[in-house]
Nanobody, 120 residues
Framework: VQLQASGGGSVQSGGSLRLSCVAS????????IGWFRQVPGKEREGVAC????????YYVDSVKGRFTISRDDDKKMMYLQANNLKSEDTAAYYC??????????????WGQGTLVTVSS
């Protein structure tokens, strides 16, 4: 199983980035997907996710109205469109997929981080 994230970079405040993540080795449409971020010295934070069972989306309050998560199951891709970026969005961003085993216990796969730096 491999998740490969890309699309990070350096932007000025107010700018936009589109993060992408391609999955291999899994039946992608069977998984819930999510984007997380982490700043050194702080815990990893959930940013956005799409629940597999019903397609519901979730966003952390700080990104609502600015970020959009999406998926393309045919391409085994997931995306995070980040608009109106702020300096506090600076972090390493990680893609995640979550599945359930036969006993409904969750398990996760993670991509490597892609760094987003927003300068004011």
């Amino acid at each position: 199983v491999q998740l490969q994230a890309s699309g990070g970079g350096s932007v000025q405040s107010g700018g936009s980035l589109r993060l992408s993540c391609v999955a291999s080795g899994i039946t992608f449409h069977d998984y819930s997907i999510g984007w997380f971020r982490q700043v050194p010295g702080k815990e990893r934070e959930g940013v956005a996710c799409i629940r597999r069972s019903d397609g519901d989306t979730y966003y952390v309050d700080s990104v609502k109205g600015r970020f959009t998560i999406s998926r393309d199951d045919d391409k085994k891709m997931m995306y995070l469109q980040a608009n109106n970026l702020k300096s506090e969005d600076t972090a390493a961003y990680y893609c995640n997929v979550r599945g359930r085993d036969r006993w409904r216990r969750p398990y996760d796969y993670w991509g490597q981080g892609t760094l987003v730096t927003v300068s004011s």
